[in-house]
Nanobody, 119 residues
Framework: QVQLVESGGGLVQAGGSLRLSCAASGLTFNSFDMGWFRQNLGKEREFVAAISWNDISTYYADSVKGRFTISRDAAKNTVYLQMNSLKPEDTAVYYC????????????WGQGTQVTVSS
């Protein structure tokens, strides 16, 4: 059974930084693309960043490009999202997600971690 457990969320002032972590279990980590999505109240869940199963490619939403960095540590089965220069509009619940390299959609999700950026 795939489990994704996020941590690292919290309250931060605008301009500050946070690092989210997602510990994955129940899967062959090196065979899964990993990603982060976010959702704010009343809005649809939106893509934030993704990293390929082989750690070669990364992808970012335009809104976070240049501020957020996704990375993965195969030894720890963990994916990270370093968030710098945070803005109030980054406030959301952030979800970790996984997709097998042969799959079309992200099909495994964590419970989410709240990030709140105050102005």
């Amino acid at each position: 059974q795939v489990q994704l457990v996020e941590s690292g969320g919290g309250l931060v002032q605008a301009g500050g930084s946070l690092r989210l972590s997602c510990a994955a279990s129940g899967l062959t980590f090196n065979s899964f693309d990993m990603g982060w999505f976010r959702q704010n109240l009343g809005k649809e869940r939106e893509f934030v960043a993704a990293i390929s199963w082989n750690d070669i490619s990364t992808y970012y939403a335009d809104s976070v490009k240049g501020r957020f960095t996704i990375s993965r540590d195969a030894a720890k089965n963990t994916v990270y999202l370093q968030m710098n220069s945070l803005k109030p509009e980054d406030t959301a619940v952030y979800y970790c997600t996984a997709r097998c390299k042969a799959c079309g959609k992200f099909g495994h999700w964590g419970q989410g971690t709240q990030v709140t950026v105050s102005s």
